[in-house]
T-cell receptor
């Protein structure tokens, strides 16, 4: 069982470039999330989705976009990369709000992004 | 404003002893709480949770205690093992809402 798969694992971008961070889950989870983790700052929510076709902003959405065309995929788009977006990005999923109360989210292994 | 606070950035504990990680929260609407463990270069993994209607939940070496009146929870690991060295995130949520994470505490288990 693959769980939550994120690609790429590492990426270096130049300022102003764009890229898409991929996230796929094979657990038929309805809810999906994108977090970023800065050193010593915990996990901050960027965007989330409660189902295909539905997305909403989290705590730090500026500079990012998402889409959710299928249950499995939840890509995160950076349009104009800035040094402030240097971070580790985690995708997560859960089946429902009830299941996440007992089992939390399932996280991917992360994408380490550096913008220079 | 931080709703979930882990005030100790790091903690060192001798192998075999008890590790106690603390967490405070400010939102009285939170009704369940979780602990996650994270190794370097990996995503966080769920460890244990507790509902606000309980004051204790146990799973093997891991026990979470909840003091609602103090808005405080703690994770006890007994006995501590080398593989427990990791970053531990405290997290909380209200029903049907998103999970809010603390900044994490790095636990070092000393030989």
């Amino acid at each position: 069982n693959a769980g939550v798969t994120q690609t790429p694992k590492f990426r270096i971008l130049k300022i102003g470039q764009s890229m898409t961070l991929q996230c796929t889950q094979d657990m038929n989870h309805n809810y999906m999330y994108w977090y970023r983790q800065d050193p010593g700052m915990g996990l901050k929510l960027i965007y989330y989705s409660v189902g295909a076709g539905i997305t909403d902003k989290g705590e730090v959405p500026n500079g990012y976009n998402v889409s959710r065309s299928t249950t499995e995929d939840f890509p995160l788009r950076l349009e104009l990369a800035a040094p402030s977006q240097t971070s580790v990005y985690f995708c997560a999923s859960s089946y429902s709000s009830i299941s996440q109360a007992n089992y939390g989210y399932t996280f991917g292994s992360g994408t380490r992004l550096t913008v220079v | 404003d931080q709703q979930v606070k882990q005030n100790s950035p790091s903690l060192s504990v001798q192998e075999g002893r008890i590790s106690i990680l603390n967490c405070d929260y400010t939102n009285s609407m939170f009704d369940y709480f979780l602990w996650y463990k994270k190794y370097p270069a990996e995503g966080p993994t769920f460890l244990i949770s507790i509902s606000s209607i309980k004051d204790k939940n146990e799973d093997g070496r891991f026990t979470v205690f909840l003091n609602k009146s103090a808005k405080h929870l703690s994770l006890h690991i007994v006995p501590s093992q080398p593989g427990d060295s990791a970053v531990y995130f405290c997290a909380a949520s209200a029903t049907d809402d998103k999970i809010i994470f603390g900044k994490g505490t790095r636990l070092h288990i000393l030989p």
